[in-house]
C-alpha cells in the first residue's frame, strides 16, 4: 500500500526530492492555482525497490527499499481524479515511459478510487513527443518557470 506524504497545493520553499528545475515547474504549476486541486504528493515511491544482499535491520531495510524504489515525482490529487506527474524540463521520450511504469505499479498498490490519469508536467516539449502522449492519453501541460519567462 502506498501512502504518500501529504503537502496542501501551494508553492513551498522546497519540494521533497524534486531538482532546482522540477521545482520552478511545479511552483509556476501551483501558482496557476488548479481548479479542484486538494492536495499534493511529491517524491512518492512505488514498487518493490531492489532486492537487498545482505541481512539487515527492519529499519535499514525500509530504507532501502525506498532509496532503490522508483519514484512518481508528484501527485496531484483533485476533488475528481488523481494525476501521477513526471516533471521534465524539454520533456522527451523518456517521460513517456516512466509515467507508464509509474502508473502500472500504482494501480498495484491501490491508494485511491478516483481515476488516476498521467500527466506530464514541463516547460517545453518534443512536438512528436507531445504527439505520441496524446495518443497514449497522456496529458501534457506546458508551464513556463519564472526563468523562462524572460525574453531573450
Known amino acids: 500500500m502506498i501512502k504518500?506524504?501529504?503537502f496542501s497545493p501551494s508553492p513551498l520553499p522546497k519540494y521533497p526530492g524534486l531538482g532546482y528545475q522540477?521545482?520552478?515547474i511545479v511552483d509556476s504549476y501551483l501558482r496557476t492555482k488548479p481548479a479542484g486541486l486538494v492536495r499534493v504528493s511529491y517524491s512518492v515511491p512505488v514498487g518493490q525497490g531492489r532486492p537487498q544482499t545482505v541481512d539487515t535491520t527492519p529499519a535499514i531495510a525500509a530504507d532501502w527499499k525506498y532509496l532503490?524504489?522508483?519514484k512518481v515525482d508528484a501527485i496531484f490529487e483533485f476533488t475528481d481524479r488523481v494525476?501521477?506527474?513526471?516533471?521534465k524540463p524539454n520533456a522527451g521520450a523518456?517521460?513517456?515511459g516512466q509515467l507508464l511504469c509509474y502508473n502500472i505499479l500504482m494501480?498495484?498498490?491501490?491508494f485511491t478510487?478516483?481515476?488516476i490519469y498521467n500527466v506530464i508536467l514541463t516547460d517545453d516539449i518534443h512536438p512528436d513527443v507531445a504527439l505520441c502522449a496524446g495518443l497514449l492519453n497522456i496529458r501534457v501541460?506546458?508551464?513556463a518557470p519564472p526563468s523562462r519567462r524572460v525574453p531573450i
Open 83 to 87: 494525476e501521477l506527474c513526471e516533471i
Open 22 to 24: 522540477d521545482a520552478a
Open 68 to 70: 532503490t524504489s522508483l
Open 107 to 110: 494501480r498495484q498498490a491501490i
Open 141 to 143: 501541460r506546458t508551464i
Open 113 to 115: 478510487q478516483l481515476p
Open 94 to 96: 523518456g517521460a513517456i
Open 4 to 6: 504518500p506524504r501529504w
